[in-house]
Protein backbone atom coordinates (compact mmCIF):
# COMPACT_ATOMS: atom_id res chain seq x y z
CA UNK A 1 0.00 0.00 0.00
CA UNK A 2 1.17 3.46 -0.69
CA UNK A 3 0.32 5.67 1.66
CA UNK A 4 0.26 9.28 0.75
CA UNK A 5 2.57 12.04 3.42
CA UNK A 6 0.39 15.45 3.15
CA UNK A 7 2.61 17.65 2.35
CA UNK A 8 1.84 21.22 4.07
CA UNK A 9 2.90 24.35 1.66
CA UNK A 10 1.80 27.92 1.44
CA UNK A 11 -1.53 28.62 3.08
CA UNK A 12 -1.85 25.07 3.73
CA UNK A 13 1.29 25.88 5.99
CA UNK A 14 0.16 28.54 7.61
CA UNK A 15 -3.37 27.29 8.15
CA UNK A 16 -1.89 24.19 10.27
CA UNK A 17 0.72 26.56 12.00
CA UNK A 18 -1.97 28.81 13.03
CA UNK A 19 -4.21 25.57 13.70
CA UNK A 20 -1.68 24.20 16.19
CA UNK A 21 -0.84 27.70 18.05
CA UNK A 22 -4.32 27.80 18.73
CA UNK A 23 -4.55 24.62 19.74
CA UNK A 24 -1.95 24.38 22.34
CA UNK A 25 -3.59 27.77 23.77
CA UNK A 26 -6.81 25.76 24.31
CA UNK A 27 -4.98 23.11 26.13
CA UNK A 28 -3.05 25.25 28.35
CA UNK A 29 -6.46 27.32 29.41
CA UNK A 30 -8.28 24.26 29.27
CA UNK A 31 -6.22 22.19 31.63
CA UNK A 32 -5.23 24.99 34.15
CA UNK A 33 -7.60 25.09 36.74
CA UNK A 34 -6.39 28.95 37.82
CA UNK A 35 -8.09 30.67 34.57
CA UNK A 36 -5.30 33.83 35.50
CA UNK A 37 -2.54 31.77 35.71
CA UNK A 38 -3.38 29.65 32.65
CA UNK A 39 -3.47 33.19 30.69
CA UNK A 40 -0.03 34.06 31.75
CA UNK A 41 1.57 30.13 31.04
CA UNK A 42 -0.71 30.53 27.46
CA UNK A 43 1.48 34.16 26.87
CA UNK A 44 4.63 32.22 27.81
CA UNK A 45 3.86 29.90 25.24
CA UNK A 46 2.41 31.64 22.23
CA UNK A 47 5.92 33.73 22.76
CA UNK A 48 8.08 30.31 22.83
CA UNK A 49 6.15 29.39 20.06
CA UNK A 50 6.21 33.04 17.58
CA UNK A 51 10.16 32.65 18.45
CA UNK A 52 10.57 29.10 17.38
CA UNK A 53 8.92 30.40 13.71
CA UNK A 54 10.79 33.59 13.81
CA UNK A 55 14.15 31.59 14.04
CA UNK A 56 12.72 29.60 10.91
CA UNK A 57 12.00 32.93 8.79
CA UNK A 58 14.91 34.75 10.35
CA UNK A 59 17.84 31.94 9.37
CA UNK A 60 16.54 30.30 6.18
CA UNK A 61 18.42 31.70 3.47
CA UNK A 62 21.80 32.00 5.79
CA UNK A 63 21.18 28.04 5.98
CA UNK A 64 20.12 28.03 2.42
CA UNK A 65 23.26 29.59 1.54
CA UNK A 66 25.89 27.64 4.23
CA UNK A 67 24.29 24.39 4.47
CA UNK A 68 22.27 23.73 1.29
CA UNK A 69 19.50 20.87 1.88
CA UNK A 70 16.26 20.48 0.97
CA UNK A 71 15.14 21.47 4.15
CA UNK A 72 16.45 24.80 4.07
CA UNK A 73 15.22 25.48 0.24
CA UNK A 74 11.63 24.48 1.77
CA UNK A 75 12.04 27.70 4.52
CA UNK A 76 12.99 29.34 1.84
CA UNK A 77 10.29 28.52 -0.15
CA UNK A 78 7.71 28.64 3.00
CA UNK A 79 9.05 31.52 4.34
CA UNK A 80 6.39 33.99 3.80
CA UNK A 81 3.86 31.70 5.26
CA UNK A 82 5.80 31.00 8.51
CA UNK A 83 6.20 34.67 8.81
CA UNK A 84 2.79 35.15 8.60
CA UNK A 85 1.90 32.16 11.06
CA UNK A 86 4.11 34.21 13.54
CA UNK A 87 2.34 36.90 13.27
CA UNK A 88 -0.62 34.79 13.97
CA UNK A 89 1.15 33.52 16.99
CA UNK A 90 1.72 36.81 18.31
CA UNK A 91 -1.89 38.54 17.42
CA UNK A 92 -3.30 35.12 20.21
CA UNK A 93 0.34 36.36 22.39
CA UNK A 94 -1.85 40.14 22.05
CA UNK A 95 -5.19 38.84 22.85
CA UNK A 96 -4.10 36.64 26.03
CA UNK A 97 -2.63 39.72 26.97
CA UNK A 98 -5.27 41.82 26.52
CA UNK A 99 -7.81 38.94 28.60
CA UNK A 100 -4.67 38.85 31.30
CA UNK A 101 -5.02 42.91 31.78
CA UNK A 102 -8.84 41.98 31.98
CA UNK A 103 -8.53 39.68 34.55
CA UNK A 104 -5.80 41.00 36.83
CA UNK A 105 -6.42 44.70 36.83
CA UNK A 106 -3.24 45.26 38.36
CA UNK A 107 -1.66 43.83 35.46
CA UNK A 108 -1.15 47.36 33.48
CA UNK A 109 -0.94 49.95 36.35
CA UNK A 110 2.15 47.72 37.20
CA UNK A 111 3.92 48.21 33.69
CA UNK A 112 5.75 51.26 32.98
CA UNK A 113 5.41 53.09 29.71
CA UNK A 114 9.04 52.33 29.39
CA UNK A 115 8.41 48.90 29.68
CA UNK A 116 6.27 48.71 27.13
CA UNK A 117 8.04 50.60 24.45
CA UNK A 118 9.86 47.34 22.68
CA UNK A 119 6.91 45.53 22.47
CA UNK A 120 4.95 48.16 21.00
CA UNK A 121 7.36 48.89 18.24
CA UNK A 122 7.67 45.18 17.81
CA UNK A 123 4.38 45.01 17.10
CA UNK A 124 4.07 48.32 15.05
CA UNK A 125 6.80 46.40 12.83
CA UNK A 126 4.53 43.14 12.94
CA UNK A 127 1.53 44.79 11.59
CA UNK A 128 3.24 46.56 8.80
CA UNK A 129 5.37 43.43 7.70
CA UNK A 130 1.69 41.20 7.49
CA UNK A 131 0.05 43.90 5.65
CA UNK A 132 2.64 44.15 3.30
CA UNK A 133 3.03 40.32 2.99
CA UNK A 134 0.42 40.17 -0.03
CA UNK A 135 1.09 40.95 -3.67
CA UNK A 136 -0.90 43.57 -3.86
CA UNK A 137 0.22 45.77 -0.75
CA UNK A 138 4.09 44.69 -2.30
CA UNK A 139 3.17 45.77 -5.31
CA UNK A 140 1.52 49.22 -4.04
CA UNK A 141 4.51 50.18 -1.82
CA UNK A 142 7.50 49.23 -4.45
CA UNK A 143 10.12 46.56 -4.15
CA UNK A 144 12.74 49.04 -2.13
CA UNK A 145 10.61 49.58 0.21
CA UNK A 146 9.38 46.70 0.91
CA UNK A 147 12.67 45.49 1.44
CA UNK A 148 13.73 48.13 3.82
CA UNK A 149 10.94 47.75 5.91
CA UNK A 150 11.05 43.84 5.77
CA UNK A 151 14.79 43.52 6.46
CA UNK A 152 14.79 46.49 9.36
CA UNK A 153 11.93 44.70 11.02
CA UNK A 154 13.35 41.12 11.41
CA UNK A 155 16.38 42.85 13.11
CA UNK A 156 13.79 44.93 15.17
CA UNK A 157 12.35 41.73 16.13
CA UNK A 158 15.57 40.24 16.78
CA UNK A 159 16.21 43.00 19.04
CA UNK A 160 12.86 42.52 21.08
CA UNK A 161 13.76 39.03 20.96
CA UNK A 162 17.15 39.18 22.62
CA UNK A 163 15.99 41.58 24.96
CA UNK A 164 13.20 40.12 26.56
CA UNK A 165 14.96 36.58 26.68
CA UNK A 166 17.58 38.39 28.23
CA UNK A 167 15.75 40.89 30.62
CA UNK A 168 14.52 37.41 32.38
CA UNK A 169 17.79 35.78 33.15
CA UNK A 170 17.68 36.82 36.58
CA UNK A 171 14.18 35.68 37.11
CA UNK A 172 15.52 31.90 35.48
CA UNK A 173 18.91 30.86 34.56
CA UNK A 174 16.63 28.93 31.42
CA UNK A 175 16.53 32.18 30.15
CA UNK A 176 20.49 31.88 28.61
CA UNK A 177 19.11 29.39 26.59
CA UNK A 178 17.01 31.12 24.30
CA UNK A 179 18.75 34.34 24.46
CA UNK A 180 22.08 32.23 23.57
CA UNK A 181 19.60 30.31 20.63
CA UNK A 182 18.81 34.31 19.50
CA UNK A 183 22.28 35.26 19.75
CA UNK A 184 23.62 32.25 17.06
CA UNK A 185 20.84 33.16 14.80
CA UNK A 186 22.09 36.43 14.48
CA UNK A 187 25.83 34.94 13.48
CA UNK A 188 24.40 32.64 11.43
CA UNK A 189 22.47 35.48 9.79
CA UNK A 190 25.28 37.62 9.53
CA UNK A 191 27.41 34.18 8.02
CA UNK A 192 24.89 33.50 5.43
CA UNK A 193 24.60 37.31 3.98
CA UNK A 194 28.53 37.87 3.84
CA UNK A 195 28.48 34.19 2.17
CA UNK A 196 25.93 34.98 -0.33
CA UNK A 197 27.57 38.30 -1.20
CA UNK A 198 30.88 36.61 -1.67
CA UNK A 199 29.24 33.88 -4.21
CA UNK A 200 27.59 37.08 -5.93
CA UNK A 201 31.45 38.84 -6.49
CA UNK A 202 32.70 35.41 -7.76
CA UNK A 203 29.34 35.13 -10.31
CA UNK A 204 30.17 37.95 -11.35
CA UNK A 205 33.64 38.01 -11.70
CA UNK A 206 33.45 34.39 -13.64
CA UNK A 207 31.09 36.71 -16.10
CA UNK A 208 33.16 39.56 -16.73
CA UNK A 209 36.26 36.96 -17.62
C1 LIG B 1 3.48 45.83 24.49
C2 LIG B 1 3.58 44.62 23.95
C3 LIG B 1 3.84 43.37 24.79
C4 LIG B 1 3.43 43.07 26.06
C5 LIG B 1 2.59 43.93 27.02
C6 LIG B 1 3.94 41.74 26.37
C7 LIG B 1 3.70 41.06 27.54
C8 LIG B 1 4.23 39.85 27.89
C9 LIG B 1 3.96 39.14 29.13
C10 LIG B 1 3.00 39.58 30.21
C11 LIG B 1 4.72 38.00 29.12
C12 LIG B 1 4.73 36.91 30.19
C13 LIG B 1 5.74 37.27 31.23
C14 LIG B 1 5.87 36.20 32.32
O1 LIG B 1 4.88 35.63 32.76
O2 LIG B 1 7.01 35.96 32.71
C15 LIG B 1 5.48 38.01 27.89
C16 LIG B 1 6.41 37.07 27.55
C17 LIG B 1 7.23 37.18 26.46
N1 LIG B 1 7.06 38.01 25.38
FE1 LIG B 1 5.65 39.48 25.21
N2 LIG B 1 4.63 41.26 25.28
C18 LIG B 1 4.61 42.22 24.31
C19 LIG B 1 5.19 42.13 23.06
C20 LIG B 1 6.13 41.18 22.71
C21 LIG B 1 6.86 41.16 21.46
C22 LIG B 1 6.64 42.12 20.29
C23 LIG B 1 7.74 40.10 21.54
C24 LIG B 1 8.72 39.59 20.52
C25 LIG B 1 8.83 40.00 19.28
C26 LIG B 1 7.55 39.47 22.82
C27 LIG B 1 8.27 38.40 23.28
C28 LIG B 1 8.10 37.79 24.50
C29 LIG B 1 8.98 36.76 25.03
C30 LIG B 1 10.24 36.21 24.38
C31 LIG B 1 8.46 36.37 26.26
C32 LIG B 1 9.03 35.34 27.24
C33 LIG B 1 8.44 33.99 26.98
C34 LIG B 1 9.06 32.96 27.92
O3 LIG B 1 8.82 33.04 29.15
O4 LIG B 1 9.77 32.09 27.41
N3 LIG B 1 6.53 40.13 23.48
N4 LIG B 1 5.15 39.12 27.15
Redesign the pocket.
Known amino acids: MNAQIPRYHGWSLFGLLSLLVLLMTALILAFNPDLIEAT?TA??AT??T??AL?LAAFTASAFAVLVPSPLSKTLVRERRFIGLAFAFS?LV?AAL?YT?GQLNPEFWPG?TTVG?IP??I??LF?ILMTLTSFKTTTRLIGRKAWKALHVSGMWV?AA??TY??FK?IP?SAW?VL?FGIMFSAIVVRVIGKLAQKAKRVATDRKLTQ
Open positions: RIRARSFFHHIYRNGSGYILVFSNRLYP
